[in-house]
């Protein structure tokens, strides 16, 4: 048997400073909802948000909002960081297929070594930033 | 004219250390002045600079000009390239292209980086917004998952890849360059039991940052042979692709750019992989080695640990690798670090590996890898083929 890892959530992490095209995605993680960029003529999602889409090389983008929920794509154990997250290891980083088919980087919380693998259903959690904004991370979507 | 038509003439290496007591500016002018001994040029003949990138000068926006006016160079040609680790084997493509384009007639490729000692890179992508956050450390935490994710797709036999550290550490032994601390013999063993980085990368795949650097001198065929110089190595082939599959939202992280960029390379060479008489891939870990077999097609996709298992590594064996010890043995003196393995294929192509050198020269090929982008693999594949005087 294992124990959860580390979920970080007393790690001491400063709120990102987003660009003028991220603002939107950071608003919106105030409410706990995610939304992602979706590019109109190609009828496709994109993560991380940029200021084009990544299919035409036009800003012909809107935000969408989506559930979150998804799988792992992959997964690693951080066990060796710097500062602010020194003495907070082992820790889970997962890339995520969410369900509208794009992947995204995040912490998962409330999941053991033994339980994580690649496939595993997930659904988003929230960390609070010192901002007032929250930090996308996922947890097994039992 | 031709990327053929260029020659490196000359080669020039330091210690790699783990701190630098030098300034970068010192090792550059070590490596002018062993280049000017070796090749009979003068100085005032080099008329084009290209540099790598370096984390020592990634604060200042005039980096490739201050660093010529710090040599006393005077120059028709002078730029750094930034693609990362695979900017030293860049800016000898880039090199050959001046030249063939008439800009400059002798150009010094500088790749050196005090990145332990002196690090002044604020990097401006998406890190700070989308990883950092995370407790992503960056290139341990990026081979984790995409190690992961080959193991799922394909299985890893960690030995395979443990035959491949073993296999470079041996050449870092025959490398009095090499940094000292990483010249210790090691096992298979050893390689399975180091401790885990970012799961399942351990410290014995990953390199260990450290300060150094290298750099060649290229000029022409006709000029290298109006100079009377009887020793030079010929760039024919050289593939390069930055954000493969860029404009994909699931990308299979098991294949990367060295797929397009080593058909490219290799076409342009008129080579197939059973062709390559040695190999000297960019390894910043162990997995790359190996994913790199599989790109440049040694062997088929998901099959990169059963050929590894059947082939001989070493200096006298059927595909010599990374001769001097690669980054991984030899020490990463940052972000000239690509320069190791580039040097070290010149230099076996010249005949002058002392105690390791291998018997078959007829080519050799040279890669690099550069920067870690989100949730792929990397961001710039390259591959160079070089033959001695083709």
Redesign the interface.
């Known amino acids: 048997m294992s124990a959860p890892l580390n979920d970080?959530l007393s790690?001491k992490?400063?709120a990102?400073?987003?660009?003028s095209y991220?603002k939107p995605f950071w608003d919106a993680t105030r409410e706990k909802k995610l939304i992602i960029q979706y590019c109109r003529k190609s009828g496709?999602?994109?993560?991380?948000p940029r200021a084009t889409s990544?299919?035409t090389g036009r800003p012909d983008l809107e935000w969408r909002e989506v559930s979150g929920k998804g799988e792992i794509?992959?997964?690693?154990?951080?066990?060796?960081?710097?500062e602010p997250?020194q003495g907070?290891e082992p820790?889970f980083?997962?890339?995520v297929?969410l369900d509208v088919?794009?992947?995204?980087?995040?912490?998962v919380v409330h999941c053991e070594l033994d339980e994580m693998r690649?496939g595993l259903p997930v659904k988003p959690f929230w960390a609070p930033?010192p901002n007032g904004t929250n930090?996308l991370m996922f947890e097994p979507d039992r | 004219m031709a990327l053929r038509d260029a020659a490196v003439v000359g080669y020039a290496e330091t210690k790699i250390v783990e701190k630098s007591d030098r300034d970068i500016w010192e090792i550059g002018a070590e490596l002018l002045a062993t280049l000017l001994d070796r090749t009979g040029f003068e100085k005032g003949e080099i008329d084009g600079l290209i540099l790598s990138s370096s984390m020592t000068g990634a604060s200042n926006a005039f980096w490739s000009q201050t660093t010529a006016d710090q040599l006393g160079l005077e120059l028709d040609f002078c730029q750094t390239v930034d693609i990362g680790g695979s900017s030293p084997t860049g800016a000898l493509a880039r090199a050959a292209a001046a030249l063939d384009a008439g800009l400059a007639m002798t150009v010094f490729c500088l790749y050196a980086d005090t990145q332990v000692a002196e690090n002044n890179s604020r990097q401006r992508s998406f890190h700070g917004e989308w990883a950092a956050p995370l407790g992503y450390l960056g290139p341990p935490a990026a081979f984790g998952l995409l190690s992961k994710r080959y193991e799922h797709q394909f299985g890893l036999d960690y030995s395979a890849l443990g035959k491949l550290a073993v296999a470079q550490r041996g050449h870092a032994l025959l490398n009095d360059l090499a940094c000292e601390k990483l010249r210790k013999p090691i096992t298979i063993e050893d390689y399975l039991n180091s401790r885990m980085i970012a799961d399942p990368i351990r410290l014995l795949d990953s390199v260990m940052v450290c300060d150094g650097g290298s750099g060649l001198l290229v000029t022409s065929r006709k000029r290298a042979k109006q100079k009377g110089l009887s020793k030079f190595v010929v760039p024919i082939g050289y593939g390069e692709r930055t954000n493969f599959r860029i404009a994909e939202n699931i990308v299979d992280v098991t294949e990367s750019g060295h797929s397009a960029a080593g058909k490219r390379a290799l076409e342009m060479a008129g080579l197939s992989a059973r062709d390559i008489a040695s190999f000297h891939p960019y390894d910043d870990f162990i997995i790359a080695i190996m994913m790199q077999l599989e790109m440049l097609g040694f062997c088929k996709r998901g099959q990169g640990c059963a050929f590894v298992k059947e082939t001989d590594f070493t200096h006298t064996g059927n595909l010599p690798l990374n001769t001097s010890g690669g980054q991984i043995s030899a020490g990463q003196a940052g972000l000239a670090g690509g320069g190791t393995n580039l040097v070290e294929a010149v230099r076996q192509l010249f005949g002058e590996g002392g105690k390791r050198q291998i018997s078959n020269t007829k080519n050799a090929v040279v890669t690099g890898i550069g920067g870690i982008p989100y949730g792929r693999n990397w961001a710039t594949s390259v591959v160079m083929v070089l033959t001695p005087d083709a």
Request: aromatic residues 18%.
């Open positions: 970080t790690v992490r400063e990102p400073k987003p660009r991220s496709k999602y994109q993560f991380f990544l299919f794509f992959s997964y690693t154990v951080a066990r060796r960081t710097r997250f907070h820790f980083i997962a890339t297929t088919g794009v992947n995204v980087l995040g912490n690649i930033l930090l």
